[in-house]
């Protein structure tokens, strides 16, 4: 069965990068460009993991996961933040808000790989 992860990130690079990185190990990777594409995306498809930047134009990481936490299907899904931001009052805020994981940009992609396996299967 495959598995669906929905990546937000408002650089297309680097939501290219998720699906190189991804989509060759059997996850379909769903792109969206910013939190309130996310959640759009995420209200039409289930998925296994969410991955998320965090600074996005009309709605960041955090409020993304907030919603995505407020919604029944939200409240088991892993959520993974792929950011530039690494101080510790920043991944406080996003534990606050549900997120599962923290990767830092740039990413190393076998980190990301068995992070994506952990979480995701």
């Not at 289930?46 to 134009?57: E, H, K, Q, R, S």
């Not at 931001?85 to 808000?97: H, R, Y």
């Amino acid at each position: 069965m495959t598995r669906t992860i929905l990546a937000v990130d408002d650089s297309k690079s680097i939501r290219d990068m998720v699906t190189f990185t991804l989509q060759p190990l059997g996850y379909r990777i769903v792109p969206a460009c910013d939190g309130r594409d996310g959640l759009d995306r995420f209200r039409r498809e289930p998925v296994a993991l969410v991955i998320t930047d965090l600074n996005m134009p009309v709605m960041n990481g955090i409020e993304m996961i907030r919603h995505l936490r407020a919604d029944p299907r939200g409240a088991g899904i892993p959520i993974l933040m792929l950011t530039t931001e690494t101080s510790p009052e920043m991944k406080a805020q996003g534990k606050a808000a549900g997120a599962t994981g923290w990767l830092s940009k740039p990413f190393d992609a076998d980190m990301l790989v068995a992070v994506t396996r952990k979480l995701a299967g």
